[in-house]
């Protein structure tokens, strides 16, 4: 029997023992906490009609031996699911930092477009405004493709989706047919996983190596952007101001952005709601796949008006003092969004945020340098501690502040807030960092309900005042 054959008659597939039902084919992973191989024999005692290995076992059921068990996953995914990449057209992003706004601007660019779209990321899994599950950057390999038949099913005839370099390495979205592949930018992230740039870039390269897609969209002005657009074949579109879809002017404020483009000898003027210098690449990148689709530009203009993405530079206050709300949580991403900031402001640019626990250590004090070159005043506090001791992180963020006078320490997330708050002045800028659109925080292994957008306006209140001390 082959694999497709194998894949027709069962009922369904998982990774996970626990969900194993009569008739089910179970896959036996091996992750870095734990291996399914040593849940072989519970897989076969809830019904599994055959597990699927990368080594020879003993089992009461078919053994199917394969030289990649995630690989299989994803492929026998795909097949039970109906291949529904090969009737969609797939937009993938994949980047350190931008892929939420990016995919949101295609999104609404592609709507604008008269095209029903499915949506993948972070934040949300969407078609229109239907939530179909809660965010996850990138899922597990059979929430992928179930995913995708869902938004299939539902009418749709475009999913843009955001694409994680771990799902990348651990090929969750396999064997997914895309229709452009996009990448944004590479700055440090993600080492606790790979360990080192090399294994991060690599990861990141995959999907414009190792799967099918009708174009690649690269960031010129990226260094790993450079080194891909060498290193990938196909058909490939350069953007940012070295690209061929050249970012000519670029200007912001409170009241959103305005690119001037340039494109085989033809100038582009787009306005967008979206504020913030490092928009301009957001921006360029999806308009860039709409030119190359030949969306009109008076349909990119319409889409470009209002777009709306939690916790990207949201402004969540705005009265004496300006508060916003970001989920920058690397030292680029704080560069960026406290260098926007630092323009807008016309007074004293107040910046809280904190690091994730057991998680990437070496970026913690990058992030405190970051803050410090842009901030007159550093509240550090925590982020997602998870495991580790919120102190120690915070110790390891100071460790990148030379200047120790301009920062206060406060653990206590929702206290540093309101101290944030209490202490900005007329024309400050208070940007809160790190947790952007979450509505958790996790604490030992709990999550615990926490929104730093609500938290603000819990402290503003309806009347916009704050208690001063």
């Known amino acids: ?80 699911f109906g291949n529904p990449s090969e009737k969609l057209k797939v937009i993938g992003v994949t980047g350190t930092n931008g892929k939420t706004t990016t995919t949101h601007i295609i999104e609404n660019i592609l709507n604008a477009s008269g095209e029903k779209t499915g949506l993948i990321g972070t934040i949300y899994y969407r078609i229109g405004k239907e939530i179909l599950g809660e965010g996850y950057t990138t899922p597990d390999a059979v929430t992928w493709h179930k995913t995708l038949k869902e938004i299939l099913q539902k009418g749709a005839n475009h999913v843009v989706a955001e694409v994680s370099s771990h799902a990348l390495d651990q090929y969750r979205i396999y064997p997914t047919r895309f229709e452009a592949v996009i990448f944004t930018n590479l700055t440090q992230d993600h080492l606790d ?85 490092f928009q301009a690449y957001n921006l360029c990148g999806a308009i860039a796949y709409a030119l190359w689709k030949g969306v009109s530009p008076s349909k990119i203009q319409e889409a470009l008006r209002s777009i709306s993405v939690k916790g990207r530079f949201e402004v969540v206050y705005s009265d004496s003092f300006t508060v916003i709300v970001d989920y920058a949580h690397t030292p680029d ?22 690091a994730g626990g057991n998680r990437d250590r070496d970026k913690r004090p990058l992030m405190g340098k970051a803050a410090e070159r842009w901030s007159d005043l550093i509240i550090l506090t925590s982020d997602n501690p998870r495991y580790e001791d919120p102190e120690e992180i915070i110790n390891d963020i100071l460790k990148g502040v030379s200047r120790k006078d301009i920062v206060i320490v406060q653990p206590d997330r929702e206290k540093a807030i309101e101290l944030a708050l209490k202490t900005a002045s007329d024309g400050d800028l208070v940007a809160i960092l790190g947790k952007g659109h979450e509505t958790y925080q996790e604490i030992k292994g709990v999550k615990y309900p926490f929104s730093d957008v609500e938290v603000v306006k819990k402290f503003v209140g309806g009347d916009g005042c704050i208690g001063k001390e």
Do not use: C, Q, W
């Open 333 to 354: 991403a704080i560069e960026n969004v406290l260098k926007t900031a630092r323009k807008l402001t016309k007074g004293k640019l107040i910046t809280l945020f904190g």
């Open 193 to 277: 996983y790979h360990k080192t740039m090399e294994d991060y870039y690599r990861a990141k390269k995959k999907l414009f190596t190792e799967y099918i897609s009708d174009i690649k969209i690269i960031n010129a002005d990226d260094h790993y952007g450079e080194r891909l657009i060498r290193e990938v074949e196909g058909e490939i579109l350069t953007y940012g101001r070295k690209g061929e879809v050249k970012i000519e002017d670029f200007e912001t404020s409170f009241k959103g952005s305005r690119i001037k483009l340039r494109f085989k000898n033809r100038e582009y003027m787009f306005e967008s709601n979206l504020i913030g210098e």
């Open 1 to 80: 029997m082959n694999f497709r054959e194998l894949i027709r008659r069962v009922k369904g597939i998982t990774a996970n023992s626990k969900e194993v039902k009569e008739g089910y084919i179970f896959f036996a992973i091996k992750g870095k906490k734990a291996d399914g191989h040593e849940f072989i024999r519970e897989a076969e005692e809830k019904g599994a009609y055959a597990v699927v290995v990368e080594r020879p076992v003993s089992s009461k059921v078919p053994v199917i031996v394969v030289e990649n068990t995630r690989k299989a996953l994803g492929k026998a995914a795909h097949l039970f």
